[in-house]
Nanobody
């Protein structure tokens, strides 16, 4: 059974930092492209950042978080991280971890999300 478990969310003042963690189990983590998304009630889920299975190469980030958020992964620990600095109230959302297979088209998994709230 595949599980993606996010943690690290919480309440933080504007300008603060958080580090989100997503631990995967039940899959061969090193075969998956990992992404972080976020969603605000009433809005579509927004792609924040992605990192390929190797951890190297190009990582992608949304314009809204460039220079503030950094995605990284540790394949030995089946973990993907999202370091979030200089947080703003507009970053308030539920943050989701996503794993997409680089070997099997269309195979992907989601975590249940972790709430991030940034106070002004």
């Amino acid at each position: 059974q595949v599980q993606l478990v996010e943690s690290g969310g919480g309440l933080v003042p504007s300008g603060g930092s958080l580090r989100l963690s997503c631990v995967a189990s039940g899959l061969l983590f090193s075969n998956y492209y990992m992404r972080w998304y976020r969603q605000v009630p009433g809005k579509e889920r927004e792609l924040i950042a992605g990192i390929p299975s190797s951890g190297g190469g190009t990582t992608s980030s949304a314009d809204s978080v460039k220079g503030r958020f950094t995605i990284s992964r540790d394949n030995a620990k089946n973990t993907v991280l999202l370091q979030m600095n200089n947080l703003k109230p507009d970053d308030t959302a539920v943050y989701y971890c996503n794993a997409e297979s680089e070997r099997i088209i269309g195979q992907q998994y989601w975590g249940e999300g972790t709430q991030v709230t940034v106070s002004s």
